[in-house]
């Protein structure tokens, strides 16, 4: 008990409210059909939090955090300007600014690297959920003690945090947030400000990328952001269910997919594990795959069964 409480809680505690975050913020970025900005801008903050890192010297969440928020910031500006004065679709204009603002973050690591620099590139991509410890847990009695829950791991406590702030302004303002994603016209000529709720959206969007980079890694982040919402799209048509539904399919693939990276090589006969992160985006795509094949309402069998109940 004592080892799994120093080693696989906190880790499952990092990827569970990662992944619920940006599932929650997913949703509404479906319904606007703009899943790839999350992409985007899990990519384009990157040169953010280099440059945050390389002035303030340190990896404290605050300077890195604001980095991560002047360079989301810019990319939603940048791919405006693209989608407007180059006459772009807006796939194309946030393909466009997301690759060059991540090549830009590439080459700021590998010169932050050869300058001897403390900043670990496979970090940012691929997360260091393995090395978040809880080393002052001895027993069941530490989850009930004030000194050993002070000693949790700094990554636990942000991404708890993250998760709180984003549902509590997704509660306050859902009602501005479902009527901007679906109709920002009628939310402008009703008096709500479309602009600056998308622009909140993007800051709420960056603000979770950035907390959980240094835990689960860019490509969790993105995989997070589009699959389990958009396989809750699959299962209905009513939001707060597809809310629900989404937040069931982060937490299923985060534990399941921790599950099966730390401990199914070892069923198989196999004595070393698999990256976390990559085997919990897997899990989120075989979720996907079963709501689009399986799906009563949008799925492959539903429209089947329902085609036949017509004919």
């Not at 946030?94 to 670990?120: H, P, T």
């Not at 829950?149 to 984003?166: D, H, K």
């Not at 099966?260 to 992160?277: K, M, N, Q, T």
Request: aromatic share 6%; with cysteine.
């Amino acid at each position: 008990m004592q080892t799994f409480l120093q080693l696989d809680l906190p880790a499952m505690l990092a990827a569970l409210f990662a992944t619920m975050a940006c599932a929650l913020l997913g949703n509404f970025l479906v319904l606007r059909r703009q899943s790839l900005m999350g992409d985007a801008i899990s990519h384009a903050v990157l040169p953010g939090i280099v440059g945050a890192f390389l002035l303030a010297g340190t990896r404290a969440a605050g300077p890195l955090f604001a980095g991560a928020i002047a360079a989301a910031l810019v990319a939603v500006v940048l791919i405006e300007l693209v989608r407007r004065y180059g006459r772009l679709e807006s796939g194309t204009a946030m393909g466009v600014v997301f690759s060059v603002m991540f090549a830009a973050g590439v080459v700021m690591m590998e010169q932050a690297a050869a300058q001897n620099v403390d900043l670990d590139a496979d970090c940012i991509l691929y997360g260091q959920l393995e090395g978040i410890l809880w080393l002052a847990a001895a027993g069941p009695e530490s989850l009930l003690d004030p000194a050993a829950l002070a000693a949790l791991p700094r990554e636990v406590v942000v991404l708890a945090g993250v998760l709180a702030v984003t549902a509590l302004a997704v509660f306050a303002f859902r009602k501005e947030l479902t009527l901007a994603s679906f109709d920002p016209e009628l939310a402008t000529t009703l008096g709500f400000p479309a602009g600056m709720i998308n622009l909140g959206l993007m800051v709420l969007v960056g603000a979770v990328a950035v907390a959980a980079f240094e835990a689960v890694g860019s490509i969790l982040v993105i995989a997070m952001f589009i699959c389990p919402a958009a396989a809750a799209r699959m299962l209905t048509d009513r939001l707060g269910v597809q809310i629900a539904l989404s937040l069931a399919f982060a937490a299923v693939a985060a534990l399941g997919g921790y599950a099966l990276a730390a401990f199914a090589p070892l069923w198989l006969g196999v004595d070393r594990a698999l990256a976390a992160s990559g085997m919990i985006a897997v899990v989120s795509g075989v979720l996907m795959a079963l709501a689009i094949l399986l799906g009563p309402v949008h799925g492959v069998l539903g429209r089947r069964m329902a085609g036949r109940r017509v004919a």
